[in-house]
């Protein structure tokens, strides 16, 4: 399966931003999609994930409150909702797929998932 993550930019803290993921090839909705992201200088940490038919959701405690992430498989469309955002959001996203064992399976591990999009820059100024 092959992803794309767009909608990344400039926002000042406090703001919104939507990234969108594109997911083609296979069937879309045969897999959970993961949202990751990389500070510069710092490791690769998981953001959000979300099950096959979207009923279920994981999101790390930093941004539980702040971001949603939601998916319309009709259009092969996963988005990730960013608001009240803060300069520590600053990072390159990357959108994932995984092969989802059981309707509600969500991933946040890396190691889950085997196919990745290009990544998308978000950066939060003060």
């Known amino acids: 399966v092959q992803l794309q993550a767009s909608g990344g930019g400039l926002r000042q803290a406090g703001g919104s931003l939507r990234l969108s993921c594109s997911v083609s090839?296979?069937?879309?909705?045969?897999?959970?999609i993961g949202w990751f992201r990389q500070a510069p200088g710092k490791a690769r940490q998981f953001v959000a994930s979300?099950?096959?038919?979207?009923?279920?959701?994981a999101l790390a405690d930093s941004v539980k409150g702040r971001f949603s992430v939601s998916r319309d498989n009709a259009k092969k469309t996963v988005l990730l909702q960013m608001d009240s955002l803060e300069p520590e959001d600053t990072a390159v996203y990357y959108c994932?797929?995984?092969?989802?064992?059981?309707?509600?399976?969500?991933?946040?591990?890396?190691?889950?998932?085997?196919?990745w999009g290009q990544g998308t820059l978000v950066t939060v100024s003060s």
């Open positions: 994932a797929a995984a092969l989802g064992r059981y309707e509600h399976s969500v991933y946040n591990k890396e190691t889950s998932y085997t196919d």
């Open positions: 090839g296979r069937t879309s909705s045969d897999y959970v």
């Open positions: 979300i099950s096959r038919s979207g009923g279920t959701i």
